[in-house]
């Protein structure tokens, strides 16, 4: 499902350490807004967000993807609305590989 918001979202794969990185860029139409219309947009992003999530399957994909952008949208919307993030700037998310050890003791052995 894609949803229109304040900003993109790319997933990286990083081939030599095996991690992969996700890539936040804001719009520019978001960012030539003045801070509180920046902040009403990003709140009803927040709801739209959440609306959405009321409509997948909790085990799918889509919903874990989604649940991911909704919750970083909210713990950066205070920083949003401060003005403290730039927004001209690509924010970047590491992700660290799953270490193969936590992945064979998680692993569901029926």
Not at 22 to 27: E, G, K
Not at 31 to 43: G, I, N, P, R, Y
Request: glycine share 4%; charged share 20%.
């Amino acid at each position: 499902m894609l949803i229109d918001g304040p900003f993109t979202v790319k997933l990286i794969e990083n081939t030599g350490n095996l991690g992969r990185e996700i890539h936040i860029n804001f719009v520019k139409d978001f960012c030539s807004l003045d801070v509180k219309k920046q902040a009403k947009v990003f709140a009803d992003y927040i709801t739209l967000l959440h609306q959405q999530l009321k409509t997948l399957a909790q085990d799918s994909q889509e919903f874990q993807g989604m649940m991911y952008i909704a919750q970083f949208s909210e713990s950066i919307y205070p920083h949003i609305v401060g003005e403290e993030l730039p927004l001209e700037e690509t924010l970047i998310i590491e992700m660290e590989p799953e270490n193969p050890l936590t992945t064979l003791i998680n692993q569901d052995w029926h």
